[in-house]
Protein backbone atom coordinates (compact mmCIF):
# COMPACT_ATOMS: atom_id res chain seq x y z
CA UNK A 1 0.00 0.00 0.00
CA UNK A 2 2.63 2.41 0.99
CA UNK A 3 4.10 1.88 -2.64
CA UNK A 4 1.30 2.57 -4.23
CA UNK A 5 0.45 5.72 -2.05
CA UNK A 6 3.88 6.91 -3.13
CA UNK A 7 3.28 6.79 -6.45
CA UNK A 8 -0.12 8.67 -6.61
CA UNK A 9 1.95 11.67 -4.31
CA UNK A 10 4.48 11.38 -7.31
CA UNK A 11 2.03 11.50 -10.46
CA UNK A 12 0.15 14.61 -8.83
CA UNK A 13 3.19 16.32 -8.08
CA UNK A 14 4.35 15.41 -11.84
CA UNK A 15 1.52 18.34 -12.41
CA UNK A 16 3.78 20.74 -10.57
CA UNK A 17 0.17 22.11 -8.38
CA UNK A 18 0.52 24.69 -5.73
CA UNK A 19 -3.51 23.22 -4.69
CA UNK A 20 -5.17 19.92 -5.27
CA UNK A 21 -8.63 19.26 -4.75
CA UNK A 22 -9.03 15.21 -3.41
CA UNK A 23 -12.51 13.94 -4.25
CA UNK A 24 -13.39 11.18 -1.48
CA UNK A 25 -10.12 11.83 0.72
CA UNK A 26 -11.25 9.53 3.18
CA UNK A 27 -9.32 10.17 6.51
CA UNK A 28 -6.89 12.58 4.62
CA UNK A 29 -3.57 10.51 3.73
CA UNK A 30 -3.09 12.44 0.49
CA UNK A 31 -3.83 15.86 2.20
CA UNK A 32 -1.47 15.30 4.69
CA UNK A 33 1.10 13.75 2.48
CA UNK A 34 1.03 16.77 -0.01
CA UNK A 35 1.20 19.26 3.33
CA UNK A 36 4.54 17.45 3.94
CA UNK A 37 5.49 18.66 0.77
CA UNK A 38 4.26 22.06 1.20
CA UNK A 39 1.25 21.66 -0.81
CA UNK A 40 -2.52 22.69 0.00
CA UNK A 41 -4.90 20.32 -0.65
CA UNK A 42 -9.00 20.80 -0.73
CA UNK A 43 -10.38 17.59 0.68
CA UNK A 44 -13.99 16.45 1.05
CA UNK A 45 -15.68 13.66 1.74
CA UNK A 46 -19.12 12.46 1.71
CA UNK A 47 -18.85 10.56 5.39
CA UNK A 48 -18.58 13.14 8.30
CA UNK A 49 -16.74 10.79 10.08
CA UNK A 50 -13.81 10.15 7.82
CA UNK A 51 -14.09 14.32 7.59
CA UNK A 52 -13.62 14.32 11.58
CA UNK A 53 -10.76 11.74 11.43
CA UNK A 54 -8.85 13.75 8.73
CA UNK A 55 -9.14 17.16 10.34
CA UNK A 56 -8.51 15.87 13.64
CA UNK A 57 -5.17 14.84 12.36
CA UNK A 58 -4.55 18.54 10.77
CA UNK A 59 -3.08 19.84 7.12
CA UNK A 60 -5.92 20.90 4.39
CA UNK A 61 -9.34 22.51 4.32
CA UNK A 62 -12.07 19.19 4.78
CA UNK A 63 -15.35 19.87 4.06
CA UNK A 64 -18.42 17.08 3.92
CA UNK A 65 -19.53 17.02 0.35
CA UNK A 66 -20.91 14.52 -2.24
CA UNK A 67 -19.54 14.23 -5.90
CA UNK A 68 -22.76 15.50 -6.47
CA UNK A 69 -22.32 18.72 -5.17
CA UNK A 70 -19.19 19.33 -6.83
CA UNK A 71 -20.54 18.72 -10.42
CA UNK A 72 -23.27 20.85 -9.77
CA UNK A 73 -21.06 23.47 -9.02
CA UNK A 74 -22.40 23.87 -5.37
CA UNK A 75 -18.63 24.01 -4.03
CA UNK A 76 -16.92 27.04 -4.66
CA UNK A 77 -13.05 25.70 -5.48
CA UNK A 78 -10.30 26.63 -7.28
CA UNK A 79 -7.29 24.48 -7.40
CA UNK A 80 -4.99 23.34 -10.07
CA UNK A 81 -4.84 19.51 -9.66
CA UNK A 82 -8.14 17.46 -9.03
CA UNK A 83 -7.87 13.99 -8.04
Known amino acids: MAAANAA???AVLGCSPHSVLDV??????LAHAL????LH???FDVVPGRIERA???GAGGFQVASY???TAGKLAIAVD???
Open 81 to 83: VRV
Open 41 to 43: AVV
Open 8 to 10: FVE
Open 55 to 57: EAA
Open 35 to 38: AALG
Open 24 to 29: GCGEGW
Open 68 to 70: EDL
